[in-house]
């Protein structure tokens, strides 16, 4: 491996802490990073649950990971003891959107352990890495005098969009949920409506991560400086802030076995997807999931089974356990035209299959950039969160999806009901991301350019290799 082959001695003294939000979506790159700084040589304590920790371990313990100096370290998380159900140690194991607020106050007593470990560990900290979401994180920086950067999850397009909403007061102003609104201060024209944003439900802790975000000595963004360069030149014009895009940092990930568990069990066995995917056409199967998170109800199911079945494609279908099938997939979830999978799918290994034409996503910012990464065109199916950014980004920005044109935010956990996208509307988004025309071919053809300048950008000598240089150079300028 060609960035484990660049050890750099003098890195062995830095101890990097990462503390990422225990959601698959935000473990998961921050995984990479830890992964990343360690082919560095530096030392990395990557902060977890028992539970979190236990989907994790088996990726340690077959793969690259286990000969590098990255510490699992887990934390047991009272879930009982604030409110939550036993167990509950990953917010896709909430129960309900409602127990959010006690899951976030339950990452706070977390704080202590930390401190405690860290107090005794025998390379002192230098940096943390941690999600936004986590405020209370500063007081661990406080505590050793070291560099905190914030790690978001989103790309910069997204982290720009919301520092500019946020400063120009937008949201506050707008009074209907269904108003248009232009996102202010970009280089491009970004419009959308007020529901398509994350809700101000949580609007005081919103408040503490901002605050704990703006405070911060620095940035670091699964993205690379070329693919989103003018929003990085005016994110750090606006702000001043030291911003290091570092990713894909699924590229990371060389090795097969670590892509295909990384995080959750994988339901089906993969030899088994691989051997029905080498039987098709390259770029002929379609890709279609939803996230970790997301579900889709069951009038909805209905409408998206019939209109995969309708298009004539071949596709492969991931739904999450308690999904309600169409009766049709749940009597026969595997035939020459289709697979359906029921859990975790192990999605960068099928993304990077030639086989693989086309990727409907609900734009969640890892599943958007590890489509990129494989050069899959997509069609965009927003739920929730900062999704209808993404999908913007990827739409207008990249030019390499097909808005399925979903209006409001839906299936954050099943409980928010949107509109239901019609079998029809779904079914013309395929055809055109997959009917090989002149506008299919060249978003396939941009698709192909940017993965091949993600790779470039994570190869030795690459932006993002050169940008973590420059985190870990910081950080021991920080330390001397
Ligand atoms: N993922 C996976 N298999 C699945 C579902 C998700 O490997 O069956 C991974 C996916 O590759 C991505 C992450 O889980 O790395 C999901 O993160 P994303 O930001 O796309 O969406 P979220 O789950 O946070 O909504």
Redesign the pocket.
Known sequence: HKQSAMKVPNYEDLHFVLVPLM????M??MLDIARLLAFRGVTVSYITTPLNAARIRPSFDRTTLSGLPISLVEFSFPSAGVGLPEGCEN??ELPSRDLARNFFDATKLLLNPLIEYLRDHRTPPSCLITDWTLPWTREVARAFHMRRLIFH?FNCFSILCFYNLYKHNVLESIASESDRLVVPGLPHKVELTKEQLPSSTLKELREEMREADETADGVVINSFEELEFEYLKTYRESTGKKVWTIGPV?LSNKDDGD?IE???K??IDEKQCFEWLETKEPNSVVYV??????RLRPPQMEELGSALEGSGHHFIW?VKAGDALPKKFEEEPITERWMV?R??????AI?SRLEIGGFV????????I?GLCAGVPMVTWP???E?FLNERLVVDVLHVGVSVGVQRPNGWLGEVEGEVVEREVIGLALKRLMDGGEKCRARRERARELGDMAREAMEVGGSSYVNLTRVIEDVLKYKS
């Not at 959601?23 to 935000?26: F, P, T």
């Not at 996503?361 to 599943?367: L, M």
Request: aromatic share 10%.
């Open positions: 959601a698959q979506g935000h998961i790159p917010v896709d999850g699924s892509k990384r995080g959750k994988a339901s999931s939803f996230g970790s998170i997301g991931v999978i859990g975790w799918a192990p999605q960068v993304l996503t609900h734009c969640g910012w890892n599943s958007t590890e739920l929730f969160a999704q």
